[in-house]
């Protein structure tokens, strides 16, 4: 049973990265008064791009970079589109979406003629696993041996960069000028102005955050959880990180815990398709793999108490003549 649970939550750690990583993007820039709905279509370019560029490069750094400066990219159109034009911030997200659900298919076609993914990653060109000192010893040792050489053993860079972003975020939001600053563009970007800070430069910064954070769950997804990239293999993780962003009203800490709230129903979902339930018998597949899409509706449908987003939020900032 112990190694069950400890499987079942190592899977969910797994599960939870680019939904982690992809929340704290959104939580820079929604601080900062940008609403990010282009999450999804972020990561799903960083995917392919650090896929491509691993597959051609036979280097799993050369995907990471490249997969962030291609969601850093995308970051800067829809900052460009809503912060330089004051254009409508969820149609850029949308669009964001779209650009990269239709070019990562017909690029990857054309590049690798392999039905729109590219071709499978092994050695150098994966993150492998880091084995963490002492857990082939400590594996027989009941209970904390496993718990140690499964669950806190074995994960990739990324896993571990991940969870390290969360007090790293927590401390640059309310530990730092900057911080400080970001925070209070997105409450009242008016006072910030008056107070000779350039609200644009600011906003900008904060989507540049976005896009190193979203390129990097793209990476992990193709380069370090996967073996390549594939057709949406996002699979509307970056909405999910959004409920959870919601959900976890726009703090860190508790967006790890929302983070890893769905990880655990992705997991289970995988771990339990097929499985007889008492009084219930075989449940379908299709209703095991939309739990997390359940639990989102049902979260955000009231479930949560009443989050205020920043008060700034999505609304393009006009300067007072």
Not at 6 to 28: E, K
Not at 187 to 203: F, H, Q
Not at 237 to 251: E, P
Not at 284 to 305: C, D, E, K, S
Request: charged share 10%; aromatic share 10%; with cysteine.
């Amino acid at each position: 049973m112990v190694d069950a649970l400890v499987q079942l939550l190592d899977a969910t750690i797994r599960v939870s990265v680019p939904l982690l990583l992809a929340c704290l993007a959104g939580l820079y820039s929604e601080r900062a008064g940008i609403f990010d709905i282009g999450l999804e279509g972020k990561m799903l370019a960083g995917a392919f791009a650090g896929a491509s560029a691993a597959a051609v490069s036979g280097s799993a750094w050369v995907g990471l970079l490249v997969a962030i400066l291609t969601a850093v990219f995308l970051a800067l159109v829809h900052g460009f589109a809503s912060i330089t034009h004051r254009g409508n911030q969820i149609v850029s997200g949308v669009a964001i979406n779209f650009i990269a659900a239709g070019s990562t298919i017909i690029l990857g076609q054309a590049w690798f003629q392999q039905g729109g993914r590219t071709p499978p990653l092994s050695g150098p060109a994966r993150f492998e696993p880091i084995i963490l000192p002492g857990a082939d010893a400590l594996r027989d040792v009941p209970v904390l041996g496993i718990i140690y050489s499964e669950l806190l053993s074995g994960h990739s860079l990324l896993v571990y960069v991940a969870f390290l972003m969360v007090p790293v975020t927590w401390w640059v939001l309310f530990r730092t000028r900057f911080g400080l600053r970001l925070r209070a563009v997105g409450e009242n970007p008016a006072a910030v102005d008056t107070a000779g800070i350039s609200v644009t430069w600011l906003r900008y910064r904060a989507v540049i955050l976005t896009g190193v954070l979203t390129g990097a769950a793209g990476a992990y997804l193709a380069v370090a959880q996967n073996a390549g990239f594939v057709k949406d293999m996002t699979a509307g993780k970056g909405y999910i990180a959004l409920a959870a962003l919601i959900f976890a009203k726009w703090k860190p800490v508790p967006a790890m815990y929302a983070c890893l709230l769905f990880g655990f129903l992705d997991a289970a979902s995988i771990r339990f398709q097929g499985a007889e339930w008492p009084l219930v018998g075989r449940v379908p597949v299709q209703l095991i793999n939309a739990l997390p899409f359940i639990l989102t509706v049902i979260l955000l449908a009231g479930f949560i108490g009443k989050a205020i987003p920043p008060r700034a939020g999505g609304v393009p900032y006009v300067k007072e003549r």
